[in-house]
């Protein structure tokens, strides 16, 4: 048998490399079509701008849908800070409208506790290519056991759907200019507070459109005087605050944030500053050493919103959850400097994902965070050098 026998793959494996190559050039090819008609009909980016906003005008329903807003904490003033975007469905939109743009996601990385989720979007014109990365987690809280449970296979698929359309969304309005993007939320803003008026009639009265946002946060659970409170109404409200309150509804239906998150844990019993100093027990989070740390975060708690205490309990309980785990992958490993070294990449992954919970929380709970995550990493020192075991 000669060298070139030898050398040449039989079987399954030539027919493996046949399917790769051929996936290759048709992507080749799809790439170089897109890109000569790109060439051929470039984007008239005015009419792109008039075709957007004249899309909002077509469907009212659709601008009050294509914006959201929710909370992120305080400034250095005190005062709350919120984000803002664009919805999933709006993106798609622009990115049609936009033209000679692909959009697309794929899972870059699965272990057993989440999927990391790129998204990618290419510009035909520019070449200009972004990428933006989504981690879905394997787990969630539970209100029912008051934990953090594994996700059922049909919930984290749904989950995992979500990402992909958020993950795409970001990396194709990334790509897209800041004027079309601003232009488009101001237009949808105008439209959804406008209260979506036909031709030669007039808009609704903007008491009777806040009736209609309350009856909507009523179906989830928020009470008026809860939302008016979160909204600062005190006589009548504004145009402002009502397109807070729809952007801060859409947030909760793109899943950007949820009803605790916002507004506390309405329909269930209040958390006193006890329950706080009880939970933070519960958690490990408080040590001898942060005793008067933790009364003091129990006697805040008392005077806090309901608002500023839900997402504490999230972050103790994934911040509690992450702990053991990595503890026990590191105290387990035949490296410990290879396991912790991975162990502490997580962690900083947790705070990343966790940040805007952690803004969200009064300053003796970030304390509190701060000084348990310092106190896992130390963990992870000391055991990686054999200091402790598990």
């Not at 449970?149 to 992909?164: C, F, K, N, P, S």
Request: net charge neutral; hydrophobic share 40%.
């Amino acid at each position: 048998m000669n060298d070139e026998m030898k050398s040449a793959p039989s079987g399954a494996a030539a027919s493996l490399a046949e399917l790769v190559s051929q996936g290759h050039s048709i992507i080749k090819i799809e790439n170089e079509t897109q890109q000569a008609i790109a060439i051929q009909r470039p984007r008239d980016e005015e009419k792109v701008l008039a075709r957007a906003l004249a899309d909002l005008e077509r469907s009212p329903e659709f601008a009050a849908s294509a914006f959201w807003e929710r909370p992120v904490g305080k400034d250095d003033e005190g005062k709350q800070t919120d984000a803002k975007g664009l919805s999933i469905r709006a993106a798609e939109s622009l990115v049609r409208l936009w033209g000679n743009i692909a959009a697309g996601g794929r899972v870059f990385l699965e272990n057993e506790d989440r999927i990391v989720i790129t998204g990618k979007a290419i510009d035909y014109e520019t070449n200009a290519a972004i990428e933006r990365p989504f981690v879905v987690s394997k787990s969630a809280w539970s209100k029912k056991t008051q934990a953090v449970v594994r996700l059922r296979e049909d919930r984290l698929a749904i989950a995992m759907q979500a990402g992909v359309s958020k993950a795409i969304r970001n990396a194709s309005l990334a790509l897209l200019p800041t004027w079309l993007k601003e232009a488009y939320f101001k237009k949808a803003i105008s439209i959804a507070t406008g209260g979506g008026k036909p031709a030669g009639k007039k808009a609704k009265p903007i008491a009777d459109r806040i009736e209609q946002m309350v009856a909507k946060f009523g179906e989830k659970g928020v009470k008026a005087e809860t939302l008016f409170a979160y909204l600062g109404v005190q006589d009548e409200p504004t145009d402002q605050q009502l397109a807070k309150a729809i952007g801060v509804y859409n947030a909760i239906e793109e899943g950007e944030a949820t009803v605790e998150e916002i507004f506390g844990a309405q329909g269930h019993a209040s958390s006193t500053g006890e329950r706080q100093l009880e939970l933070l027990e519960k958690r490990g989070m408080v040590s001898p050493d942060r005793k008067n740390l933790a009364i003091e975060l129990a006697e805040t708690a008392k005077e806090q919103p309901q608002e500023k205490q839900m997402p504490f309990e999230l972050v103790a309980a994934t911040l509690n959850a992450i702990a053991k785990r990595v503890r026990m992958e590191v105290a387990g490993a035949k490296d410990r400097a290879a396991a912790a070294k991975f162990a502490k990449a997580d962690m900083e992954q947790w705070a990343m994902n966790n940040a805007d919970a952690i803004g969200g929380c009064a300053e003796p709970e970030k304390e509190l965070v701060r000084a348990s995550y310092r106190d896992v990493l130390k963990t992870i020192d000391d055991l990686k050098k054999g200091r402790i075991d598990a």
